[in-house]
């Protein structure tokens, strides 16, 4: 198949270009690096893979590039850490609402018009945010109360988009729903720049849960500072398998028009993933902690049911949390020497 993935330069997509292209599949990318400004990928000169500089939300550029396109990877959004849901509330709604507008008047037209069957939403664990079932099913975001957070919000919306496109244009989708993805490519955003924050003496950009503890116990810090009491519930999903669910999604017809959780089973506290850190970087050292006021938009608690995915798909997540530290750890490492994050 041809595909189009938007956000082609992110840190999801950095996974998933990859495990596109060791299915065979042609891929069009397309980004404006407006988050961490130009990357090198790997892939950027694989035969089957070509780059757009763009705006996805220019749409006469969006239907150039899925003119013959098969399907449609929305993975384009602004998106960040927990401080990005305070810091950028409006700007997070406002500007993804045009991206998907965008993305969809594109897959539209192309749709009706050109060879395309299909597009594949990329959502969030966090259209679950007011949930209280656990581990929450698909089907749970249409039952409980909406999202608090703007980022939230939009997200919920992005499903939106893709059962109104169904129902009025018959466009077939399939909503994608990652669960705290970890690996390694997540660099500073170029807005974090002038967003810096204190956490302890360490001064971090990133505000995400993994990059955070590794920066700040590989700088020495202790006790090491964490935000809240640390009994936050997550399921820290590797991207490589998260590419691989989002690939099953693709290329199984059994998907269409249809939702699915895309995570590992296997729940975390973030005291508990400080600890597993902690044990790997300083062996010898013991491990103590401080909590810090946590933020409004803390969601105590994300833990899916995975089962459909698995049933329907036979799709699991297989790598463990401490398999994917063991490769993120040394990238970080890196990554600070030569001041990327």
Known sequence: MKILVTGAAGFISGYLIDELLKNGHIVIGIDNYSKYGKVIKSYDNHKNYQFYEGDVKNCSLMKELVEDCDQIIACAAQIGGITYFHKYA??????????????????????????????????????????TLFPTPEGEQ??????????????LACEYFAKGAFEQYALPYTIIRPF??????????????????????????????????????????????????????????????LAKGIVACIENEKSICDDFNISTPVATTVLELAKIIWEKINIDKPFEYVSDPSFIYDVQKRSPNVEKAKNILGFEATTTLSEALDEIIPWIKNAIKNNMI
Not at 142 to 155: A, D, E, I, M, V
Request: hydrophobic share 35%.
């Open 90 to 131: 409006y700007d997070l709604l406002a500007e993804n609402e045009r991206i998907m507008a965008s993305t969809f008047d594109a897959a539209i037209w192309a749709n009706r018009n050109k060879k395309l069957k299909k597009i594949n939403v990329l959502s969030s664990s966090m259209v679950f945010e007011s949930t």
């Open 142 to 155: 249409l039952k409980c109360s909406p999202p608090l957070s703007t980022y939230g919000f939009q997200k």
């Open 180 to 241: 705290n993805c970890i690996g390694i490519g997540e660099q500073r955003a170029l807005k974090d720049e002038d967003n810096m924050f204190w956490s302890g003496n360490v001064k971090l950009a990133m505000s995400h849960v993994v990059p955070d503890i590794v920066q700040k116990i590989l700088k020495g810090q202790f006790p090491l500072h964490i935000l809240g009491s640390g009994n936050q519930i997550r399921h820290y999903t590797y991207g490589g398998d």
